[in-house]
């Protein structure tokens, strides 16, 4: 998918878990634990693995259970999950574009020399707070792990895909 379809056109349920004010607040995640370990903004193309590495079953659930885990390390011991990281990037190209876009507009993200930081106050309702819990925590630890597992190029290079 190189192009979203109109909202109004899209499969309910692709709607539904791609919805771009939910993955980009994954992404504000992303970016608040990356900021939190490194005090620097997540590079920007690191921004397209960090929410593949969440909604993506497979891969979410073969995380490590600590940032001290080597990335390298991780990725090359399950080929498949290397795989379907890869194309889950590719395919939400788009839908991060979306994404950050809507984030970037409404202050809750910035863009800054190349790198994008949380910005803005994000109030959580409770009751969605409690549903997406798994998901927000997901994220966070991603952009903790990201924030330590070296330059964006290895990152890209290990996972076998190009910025």
Same mark, same amino acid.
């Given at each position: &998918?190189?192009?979203?379809?109109?909202?109004?056109?899209?499969?309910?349920?692709?709607?539904? +878990?791609?919805?771009?004010?939910?993955?980009? #607040?994954?992404?504000?995640?992303?970016?608040?634990?990356?900021?939190? #370990?490194?005090?620097?903004? &997540?590079?920007? %193309?690191?921004?397209?693995?960090?929410?593949? &590495? $969440?909604?993506?079953?497979?891969? *979410?659930?073969?995380?490590?259970? =600590? $940032?001290?885990?080597?990335?390298?390390?991780?990725?090359?011991?399950?080929? =498949?999950? *290397?795989?379907?990281?890869?194309?889950?990037?590719?395919?939400?190209? %788009?839908? $991060?574009?979306?994404? +950050? +876009?809507?984030?970037?507009?409404?202050?809750?993200?910035?863009?800054?020399?190349?790198?994008? $930081?949380? /910005?803005?106050?994000?109030?959580?309702?409770?009751?969605? =707070?409690?549903?997406?819990?798994?998901?927000?925590?997901?994220?966070?630890?991603?952009?903790?792990?990201?924030?330590?597992? /070296?330059? =964006?190029?290895? #990152?890209?290079?290990?996972? /076998?895909?190009? %910025?």
């Amino acid at each position: &998918m190189s192009n979203l379809e109109p909202w109004s056109e899209r499969q309910p349920d692709f709607a539904n +878990l791609f919805n771009p004010a939910f993955v980009g #607040v994954l992404l504000r995640e992303c970016c608040s634990g990356f900021h939190r #370990v490194s005090s620097r903004g &997540m590079s920007f %193309p690191l921004c397209f693995v960090a929410p593949a &590495m $969440v909604l993506h079953p497979s891969v *979410r659930n073969s995380l490590p259970r =600590t $940032v001290k885990a080597r990335f390298s390390e991780w990725i090359r011991s399950d080929q =498949t999950v *290397r795989a379907d990281l890869a194309l889950a990037v590719k395919e939400l190209v %788009p839908v $991060v574009r979306e994404s +950050l +876009l809507i984030m970037i507009s409404s202050g809750l993200l910035s863009l800054q020399a190349g790198e994008v $930081v949380p /910005g803005g106050n994000l109030n959580r309702v409770e009751d969605v =707070t409690a549903a997406l819990s798994p998901s927000l925590e997901r994220s966070l630890f991603i952009g903790r792990w990201l924030a330590r597992s /070296g330059t =964006t190029q290895s #990152v890209f290079e290990a996972i /076998g895909i190009r %910025p």
